[in-house]
C-alpha cells in the first residue's frame, strides 16, 4: 500500500457544525502533516505529527484540532469554522527524519463552510 | 529568507510539443527537492525527487534536472499531452526536520 488515504473527499458544513477529516496511511511512516490549500496558490503547512506526536503548528487558530491516536491516522477535527476556512485540505505522510523519500500526499478533501 | 520562485506562472502549449518549467530556490541547508503534478481539486502527485548529488532525474515524459550550485531546477515535458494539464509543483525540504518550502506552482495547459 503506498497511498495516503483521506475521507471524507468533499464535505459541507455549517458554522456551528462539528466535523472531522480522517487521513490514513499503512507505508509505516512516522510523520503526518495537514496543509491547507486554497484555489490557485500552494498548499499551506498547518500541523506535523512525528511520532504521534505535535511536531509543528504554524499558528492555525484553535477551530481546528488535530489528533493522531496512532502512527497510521491523523485526524483533523473542525468546530465554528468560517466561510473562509472553505478550502482543500491535504494531508500527507513522509519517513520522519528521511525526506529523500516517501513523501506522498493523499487526494485532498474539499471544504465548503456555509 | 527560504523561498521557492517557478516561473512562468502559467503556460500553454499545443499537445505534442515540449516545454520546460523553472524552479529556483534559496533553502538551506538543501536536503532534496520534489516536482509534484496536481490535477484541480486533487492532491499532488510526486513526479521526481533529486538530492544534492543527482543533475538529472527521468520519470517517462518528465526529466528533472538540478543545479545545486545555482540553486536552479526545472522540469522538461516531451511530447506533450492533454493530460499533463495541470499544476506543477517545485518543493524544497531544508535540512530542519520536515520543513518543506513550496513554490506558487507553474498552470500548465495543453490544447489540442
Known amino acids: 500500500d503506498t497511498e495516503v488515504t483521506q475521507t471524507p473527499k468533499h464535505l459541507v458544513m455549517g458554522m456551528t457544525n462539528k466535523k472531522s477529516l480522517k487521513c490514513e496511511q499503512h507505508?509505516?511512516?512516522?510523520?503526518m502533516y495537514w496543509y491547507k490549500q486554497k484555489a490557485k496558490k500552494p498548499p499551506e503547512l498547518m500541523f506535523v505529527y512525528s511520532y504521534e506526536k505535535l511536531s509543528i503548528n504554524e499558528s492555525v487558530p484553535s477551530r481546528f484540532s488535530p489528533e493522531c491516536p496512532n502512527s497510521s491516522l491523523l485526524n483533523l477535527h473542525l468546530h465554528a469554522l468560517q466561510p473562509e476556512d472553505s478550502a482543500l485540505y491535504l494531508c500527507a505522510s513522509s519517513q520522519s527524519g528521511s525526506e529523500a523519500y516517501g513523501y506522498t500526499f493523499g487526494s485532498g478533501t474539499r471544504l465548503t463552510v456555509v | 529568507k527560504n523561498q521557492v520562485e517557478q516561473s512562468p506562472q502559467s503556460l500553454i502549449i499545443l499537445e505534442g510539443k515540449n516545454c520546460t518549467l523553472q524552479c529556483n530556490y534559496t533553502v538551506s541547508p538543501f536536503s532534496n527537492l520534489r516536482w509534484y503534478k496536481q490535477d484541480t481539486g486533487r492532491g499532488p502527485v510526486s513526479l521526481t525527487i533529486?538530492?544534492?548529488?543527482?543533475n538529472t532525474k527521468s520519470n517517462g515524459r518528465y526529466t528533472a534536472t538540478l543545479d545545486a550550485d545555482t540553486k536552479q531546477s526545472s522540469l522538461h515535458i516531451t511530447a506533450s499531452q492533454l493530460s499533463d494539464s495541470a499544476s506543477y509543483i517545485c518543493v524544497v525540504s531544508a535540512g530542519n526536520f520536515n520543513k518543506f518550502y513550496f513554490g506558487s506552482g507553474t498552470k500548465l495547459n495543453v490544447k489540442p
Open positions: 507505508m509505516g511512516h512516522r510523520a
Open positions: 533529486m538530492t544534492f548529488s543527482e
